[in-house]
């Protein structure tokens, strides 16, 4: 790992911190136009499509896109294991995962359990490591979302996937580590019953929760994680300890998504079902007015912040802070969002025009891996690789 700045905050990163608090949005810019179809410095390119079989036993779901993907997922976990070994050298948090957390597989709810048996056998990595990996991202993710009606009626959903932060910092490439290891492992999956589309979502190969996705012709989903002293450690803590009410956020959505008959149906289970974790549910419907940012505690709904077009609120954004307070001053992404949206209109509201808005810095930083652009109508989704080149905010 030489040349590698392993800390929580290397001095490379306090230093940007310490920039940010003196200077006002030291990286941002203007708000990016015609950057759609993807192309230049800023599209890292385009990911791959894998059908997941659900009339396939659990255990054998994933096997092709592993197949496919275990050398890149080796690489992320073994990423996992490096920086757990530099805060631990002992090298006994690697070995609780392999021989304690392996035992906790079976209290997870099926199919989930055996999907994760199914990924240990077919990448070679142990089982333990994979439902780390897992965990990983009920408590680490950091996006953007954003829900918009235009003038017609129809409704988009895009969103900045924000994956990595204090997991490493590459000082020679100016980097986080880990977010640009996750970009090879980043696919599109359409997950199918009876030869037919349940519904799509964009996924890291070998995580099986849900935190982007769209149901055919009815709704779209996104979920960012909320910052919270009740966190997801909290919750996490709790399952290990035998206190299993919670749902894993990743695994509501996954479940919501495969099952949720309507925009209403799935608006009630992400608003009143236990969680592990605090969250954000960013969802999206196929009427006018169908479109909301849940704001969920562990254990109960704090808000709902829904599309109105009448009272002029033709879109809901999402970072990952609560609506009715300031965003942390060292990641406003929230403010110069909104200023791209309107700026953009209603009327020349698009799934490009969209993307123009993700594309601008700081809502596109270095912790970026993809952007998903979703219409509701026959599921339409597309997703793209990142890159923020220097000057780019490190998050």
């Given at each position: 790992m030489e040349g590698w700045g392993w800390a929580l905050l290397c001095p490379a990163a306090l230093l940007v911190v310490a920039e940010l608090v003196w200077a006002p949005d030291p990286y941002g810019e203007e708000c990016r136009t015609k950057t759609y179809p993807p192309s230049g410095p800023t599209f890292k390119g385009n990911v791959p499509t894998y059908i997941i079989n659900l009339d396939l036993p659990p255990s054998k779901r994933w096997d092709n896109l592993i197949r496919d993907k275990k050398t890149e997922l080796k690489t992320v976990v073994q990423n996992i294991k490096d920086i757990a070994n530099t805060f631990f050298p002992s090298g006994k948090v690697v070995d609780i995962v392999d021989k304690k957390i392996v035992h906790l597989t079976d209290t997870l709810p099926y199919p989930f359990n055996e999907e994760l048996k199914g990924i240990a056998n077919s990448s070679g990595i142990p089982l333990g490591e994979i439902v780390i990996f897992n965990i990983f991202y009920e408590i680490f993710t950091v996006c953007t979302s954003i829900v918009a009606e235009d003038k017609t009626g129809k409704l988009y959903h895009a969103r900045n996937l924000d994956f990595g932060l204090f997991l490493g910092w590459d000082v020679k490439n100016n980097s986080w580590t880990l977010t640009r290891e996750l970009k090879p492992i980043v696919v599109s999956l359409d997950f199918q019953r009876n030869n037919?589309?349940?519904?799509?979502?964009?996924?890291?190969?070998?995580?099986?929760?849900?935190?982007?996705?769209?149901?055919?012709?009815?709704?779209?989903?996104?979920?960012?994680?909320?910052?919270?002293?009740?966190?997801?450690?909290?919750?996490?803590?709790?399952?290990?300890?035998?206190?299993?009410?919670?749902?894993?956020?990743?695994?509501?959505?996954?479940?919501?998504?495969?099952?949720?008959?309507?925009?209403?149906?799935?608006?009630?289970k992400l608003a009143k079902t236990r969680l592990l974790a605090p969250a954000y549910f960013i969802l999206g419907g196929k009427k006018s007015g169908e479109g909301c940012v849940i704001t969920r505690s562990r254990t109960a709904t704090l808000d709902i912040w829904d599309l109105d077009i009448q009272k002029g609120t033709w879109y809901v954004i999402e970072t990952n802070y609560d609506r009715w307070k300031p965003p942390l001053i060292l990641d406003n992404r929230r403010t110069p969002a909104m200023k791209c949206l309107n700026q953009t209109t209603q009327e020349n509201l698009s799934l490009p025009a969209i993307y123009d808005v993700l594309s601008t810095k700081p809502v596109l930083n270095k912790l970026t891996v993809c952007t998903t652009l979703m219409e509701v109508d026959n599921g339409h989704t597309e997703t793209y690789l990142r890159e923020c080149p220097d000057p780019c905010s490190p998050w």
């Open positions: 037919k589309t349940v519904f799509k979502s964009t996924n890291f190969a070998g995580y099986i929760g849900m935190v982007s996705g769209v149901k055919p012709d009815l709704f779209t989903l996104t979920m960012n994680e909320r910052f919270s002293l009740d966190g997801g450690y909290v919750g996490i803590f709790e399952w290990f300890l035998g206190r299993r009410d919670g749902m894993w956020m990743g695994f509501l959505t996954r479940t919501i998504l495969e099952n949720a008959t309507s925009y209403q149906d799935a608006k009630d």
